[in-house]
């Protein structure tokens, strides 16, 4: 998938494979493909396969990690806006 290669729902449908958490991995995925970045989603691979996700064609994306990164990084920001 790369910027504009498919709609807000297609993300959706694929992501809801692999994460219960589709709106956040959903604004992962997004915030790569806004950056000129593209993911590869292997559907020969299994769910729990660290290369079933990746960032380009060799670097696994571990959704989760960057989930959790993403919401350490959003609650860094409101306390700080405090």
């Known amino acids: 998938m ?10 959706s449908k694929i992501v809801g494979r692999y994460t219960d958490d ?3 991995a959903s604004i992962v995925i997004n915030s790569y493909l806004r950056r000129g970045e593209f993911i590869v989603f292997d ?13 380009r064609f060799d670097t696994p994306l571990n959704l989760q990690k960057e989930i959790e ?4 990084r959003k609650e860094k920001s409101s306390l700080a806006n405090k």
């Open 2 to 11: 790369y910027n504009g290669g498919g709609s807000q729902q297609d993300v």
């Open 22 to 24: 589709v709106k956040n």
């Open 43 to 55: 559907l020969t691979r299994p769910e729990d396969d660290p290369l079933a996700i990746r960032l």
């Open 69 to 72: 990164a993403r919401q350490k």
